[in-house]
């Protein structure tokens, strides 16, 4: 289990930085890339999705590591779907955005709530 999480880890490593080495954007240090408030706006919200998306990668059992990543990029979107709808104008996207809003707020408590009576209390 040790070394395929290593190994998951470091894959996700190389894939990572091959994506930045390969967008000559990243690596010129050109700033426009990133300078509007909705771009910072949405790549903040991605990284701490991911971020908190990757600590469930140390879960042994599938169903709580599902359920807590599954909340992760849930939660995610949410936030997502509240910029969409603080810098949008297109109306099928702002209600997309919408519904994202309603139907997976209510799924983020459905796991949540699975979550407190199924998951064992650290010690």
């Known amino acids: 289990m040790k070394k395929t999480l290593l190994i998951t880890a470091l894959l996700s490593g190389f ?11 990243v690596l010129s240090g050109d700033m426009h890339v990133v300078s509007t408030p909705v771009q910072k706006e949405l790549g903040d919200s991605m990284m701490r999705m991911h971020d908190d998306m ?6 042994q059992n599938a169903d709580i590591a599902f359920t807590e990543g ?6 995610g979107a949410v936030e997502m779907a509240k910029i969409e709808l603080k810098y949008g104008s297109d109306a099928e996207m702002r209600k997309l955005a919408q519904e994202i809003i309603d139907t997976q707020g209510p799924e983020i408590k459905q796991m949540q709530d699975w979550l407190d009576k199924n998951k064992p209390a650290k010690k």
């Open 15 to 25: 894939i990572t930085f091959g994506a930045v080495a390969s967008n000559p954007m």
């Open 54 to 59: 990757a600590k469930t990668l140390s879960e």
């Open 70 to 75: 599954m909340i992760a990029h849930h939660k």
